[in-house]
Antibody
Framework: EVQLVESGGGLVQPGRSLKLSCAAS????????MAWVRQAPKKGLEWVAT????????YYPDSVKGRFTISRDNAKSSLYLQMNSLKSEDTATYYC?????????WGQGVMVTVSS | VQMTQSPSYLAASPGESVSISCKAS??????LAWYQEKPGKANKLLIH???TLQSGTPSRFSGSGSGTDFTLTIRSLESEDFAVYYC?????????FGAGTKLELK
């Protein structure tokens, strides 16, 4: 059974940093692109980042490019999202997802609140 | 690519059939997925490639369309189908989602 479990969320001040983690199991992690998707309170879904199987290629929307960094450790079947220079508009639930172009498995999400 | 989903809200009764529209601002071929969101549950992929049912998706769900116009149809609604539905294009980066359709019990 595919499982994706996010961790590392919490309350952080504007301008500060936070790193999210996602532990994957139930599939061969190194064979799949992986992604982060977020959902602001009462809003829709927004794709945040995607990383290739080896980690050599990464993709971001303009809203987070230069501030967020996606990475992975295939030996640990883990995905990460380093978020720097956080803004109030980054407040959202962040989901880890398996990404064979669409998102076929999702985690339950972790909440990030950016507020002073 | 902007994704315009309609309606935003839809009220229906069990047994009825409903359709949700998703329009892309430019052609995305058939690179479109549909998702279901329910409180307390992980988001679920229902359909990819415009019309291919993901394993485990009930056959009362169907997807159609290509290019810019797509439709998700649910026949004979069951109580478990009342949820929020999103479309998403993956033809090019940045991946983009529709704003969602909340399907409510009438």
């Amino acid at each position: 059974e595919v499982q994706l479990v996010e961790s590392g969320g919490g309350l952080v001040q504007p301008g500060r940093s936070l790193k999210l983690s996602c532990a994957a199991s139930g599939f061969t992690f190194s064979n799949y692109y992986m992604a982060w998707v977020r959902q602001a309170p009462k809003k829709g879904l927004e794709w945040v980042a995607t990383i290739s199987t080896s980690g050599s290629r990464t993709y971001y929307p303009d809203s987070v490019k230069g501030r967020f960094t996606i990475s992975r450790d295939n030996a640990k079947s883990s995905l990460y999202l380093q978020m720097n220079s956080l803004k109030s508009e980054d407040t959202a639930t962040y989901y880890c997802a398996r990404d064979p172009r669409y998102f076929d498995y999702w985690g339950q999400g972790v909440m990030v609140t950016v507020s002073s | 690519v902007q994704m315009t989903q309609s309606p935003s809200y839809l009220a229906a009764s069990p047994g009825e059939s409903v359709s949700i529209s998703c329009k892309a601002s430019k052609s995305i071929s058939n690179n479109l997925a549909w998702y279901q969101e329910k409180p307390g549950k992980a988001n679920k992929l229902l359909i990819h490639s415009g019309s291919t049912l993901q394993s485990g998706t009930p056959s009362r769900f169907s997807g159609s369309g290509s290019g810019t116009d797509f439709t998700l149809t649910i026949r004979s609604l069951e109580s478990e189908d009342f949820a929020v539905y999103y479309c998403q294009q993956y033809n090019e980066y940045p991946y983009t989602f529709g704003a969602g359709t909340k399907l409510e019990l009438k």
